[in-house]
């Protein structure tokens, strides 16, 4: 069955419900007059809807779509970047968090706040628009809607709501939307389960489709490499290039975690409209558990997926255009004789898109005031969250109008999500990481350690998205009245699945090869390395002592009880840029004048 009336009646619904909460909040309260309120929600936010909102805010329907999509093609090794969160999770709460108020500004100097600030914003526009167009996949695979109506339907709507209430209309549809997210992903784990009759049935044909494998360990980075997949060492040619290893997960997911958690506007801006250090840390330890969980059902989802079509793959069969549309493709398929069950569905994958981009929307604004306008104009706070209102509209339409380009980027929405995510969020994770942890760092250092980790980045990423890993086979052999048969690719057990071809490095064309075929799971991981130590090196290079300066407060919390130790309380003697005041615009991720966060509301 198609999407019919029942289904555009429960997805209007739900999307006028949130609409519904952006005005309530718009005509009551403080009317979001204040940027207190627009912003911070007023900083009295409870622990729970925060701590779904900061899943919500990354856990988007590029999550929804590009997990399932990639345990479905790639196996399950993506579930292992859950460990990763498990590690980050701890060092956001207690060596970020607590030193995250107009940060870059005080450490450094307003023009290193203001290439933070402008990287944020390409960051995040960049990424809204990939998530913009990920639920319109999901609409073409099961309406007959257009990709441009659907973008356009999307895009307004969370634009109008955002501008409209503000951070309380965020975190409360964030809270719906969550559980949206997960109404749709347990409802295709069900059927997958009810379909195949046990847990145990979808993994024996995961397992047999060489889709299980959790423990890949690339041993060596050269060309004789071998894995342990599941639980039995297989030969392979494994180094830099394989696109998910448990190295590559663990220690580039972790910089991707901290790099969106702890330095992220969109992120930050929901810990601190806690109102305080410890609600603050209580909301990112109550996510952990929530994101961890949408995480391995989404992975699992895709092994259900891949139970029903592991005859015939849909893609191979002409059913749908691209991977991502797997997950819509077989709710409509297997799930759409229930009356109104299709539009919940795409109304959980709408959800998250809209948690996401209200989010991303609503911090970007954020950023603009602070960083760019206030720094020119002077404005009375009535004004001031009037245009606030009217740079999140602007935002949101530049989305919407980038979003049209997305779908000519190669490779899948996961890919391009973690691409955006490691090429500008590495350097910029890097850049606080000089400063919360080297007390001799100074702004020269730090804007060069900037401006080079993210050049290299952006070209090592451009040039990467056009090499796409080997897949895992598939079988159209139970395709009923298919043109593709001839061409499908089945095995047994015993057979290994693709494996990347061997390294030959005769020339610099090689190296370049090699160079862009990375994976993207190490993006993060580079930008971070690049800023930080070439941050060092020139602040050493152009290092002269003056008298103290620096607040021991804007040091991770270890270097600052190092140096209260060994210096007193006092400011410290670190090198000071005489020719740069540090007097500039607000940090590009923490933004109110407050100093850094107490423990106290």
């Not at 069955?1 to 718009?26: E, H, K, P």
């Not at 970007?364 to 004004?383: F, G, M, N, S």
């Not at 005769?506 to 993006?523: A, E, K, Q, R």
Request: net charge negative; glycine share 8%.
């Amino acid at each position: 069955m198609a999407f019919d009336w029942t289904d555009g009646i429960v997805l209007g619904v739900i999307l006028l419900i949130f609409l519904a909460i952006g005005l309530y909040y718009r005509f009551t309260g403080e009317r979001q007059k204040t940027l207190n309120e627009y912003f911070l929600g007023s900083k009295n936010a409870s622990c729970i809807p925060v701590a779904f909102s900061l899943m919500a805010s990354f856990m988007s329907a590029v999550t929804l779509l590009g997990v399932s999509s990639e345990n479905y093609r790639y196996g399950t090794q993506f579930a292992m970047i859950n460990l990763a969160y498990i590690i980050g999770t701890p060092y956001v709460a207690f060596l970020c968090l607590p030193v995250f108020f107009k940060y870059l500004s005080m450490r450094f100097n307003g023009a290193v706040s203001l290439v933070a600030s402008i990287c944020f914003s390409l960051q995040m526009v960049l990424y809204l628009s990939v998530v913009l167009y990920t639920p319109a996949l999901a609409l073409a695979a099961v309406t007959q809607l257009p990709l441009a109506i659907s973008i356009l339907c999307v895009g307004l709507c969370c634009t109008v709501y955002s501008a409209c209430g503000g951070m309380k209309a965020v975190l409360l549809t964030d809270l719906l939307q969550s559980l949206l997210m997960y109404t749709a992903v347990l409802g295709v784990v069900i059927k997958g389960v009810a379909e195949a009759g046990s847990f145990s049935e979808i993994w024996r044909v995961a397992d047999e489709g060489h889709r299980i494998e959790f423990f890949k360990l690339v041993v060596s980075f050269g060309v004789n490499s071998f894995t342990w997949k599941y639980f039995h060492p297989i030969s392979t040619s494994g180094d830099l290039r394989v696109r998910n290893t448990v190295w590559s997960l663990l220690i580039g997911g972790f910089f991707i975690y901290v790099s969106l958690y702890g330095v992220n506007q969109a992120q930050v801006q929901r810990l601190l409209s806690t109102g305080s250090l410890k609600q603050g840390q209580m909301a990112l330890f109550l996510q952990w558990p929530i994101l961890t969980t949408l995480s391995i059902t989404t992975c699992f989802s895709g092994l259900a997926i891949y139970y029903h079509y592991r005859d015939c793959d849909p893609l191979r069969d002409g059913r749908m255009e691209k991977p991502d549309q797997l997950l819509p493709l077989f709710v409509q398929e297997t799930m759409s004789w229930v009356p109104g069950l299709l539009g919940l569905f795409v109304a959980g994958i709408f959800s998250g898109t809209l948690s996401t981009i209200s989010s991303g929307i609503n911090s970007l604004a954020a950023v603009t005031v602070h960083d760019y306008i206030q720094t020119v104009l002077v404005l009375k706070e009535e004004r001031a969250s009037l245009v606030s209102t009217i740079i999140t509209l602007g935002y949101g339409m530049v989305c919407i109008g980038l979003a049209y380009l997305i779908q000519f980027m190669p490779g899948g929405v996961l890919q391009a999500s973690f691409t955006i995510f490691g090429v500008v969020g590495g350097p910029l994770f890097g850049l606080f990481t000089l400063g919360m942890w080297v007390p001799f760092a100074n702004s020269k250092g730090a804007m060069t350690g900037l401006l080079v980790s993210l050049a290299l980045c952006l070209w090592i990423g451009l040039g990467g998205t056009q090499v796409l890993p080997p897949e895992l086979p598939v079988s159209t052999d139970g395709c009923s009245n298919s043109t593709m048969n001839s061409s499908s690719i089945s095995f047994t057990s015993d057979e290994p699945p693709p494996t990347y071809p061997p390294v030959s490095i005769d020339n610099f064309g090689d190296v370049l090869n090699y160079i862009y075929s990375m994976s993207n799971m190490w993006y993060a991981c580079l930008g971070t390395c690049l800023s930080f130590f070439i941050g060092c090196i020139v602040s050493i290079c152009t290092l002269y002592w003056e008298h103290p300066s620096v607040d021991p407060k804007l040091f991770s919390p270890p270097v600052a009880w190092l140096y209260k130790r060994f210096h007193g309380t006092g400011s410290i003697g670190v090198p000071v840029d005489e020719d740069e005041p540090n007097n500039g615009p607000d940090s590009a991720i923490l933004l109110l004048k407050h100093g850094p966060m107490s423990d106290h509301a």
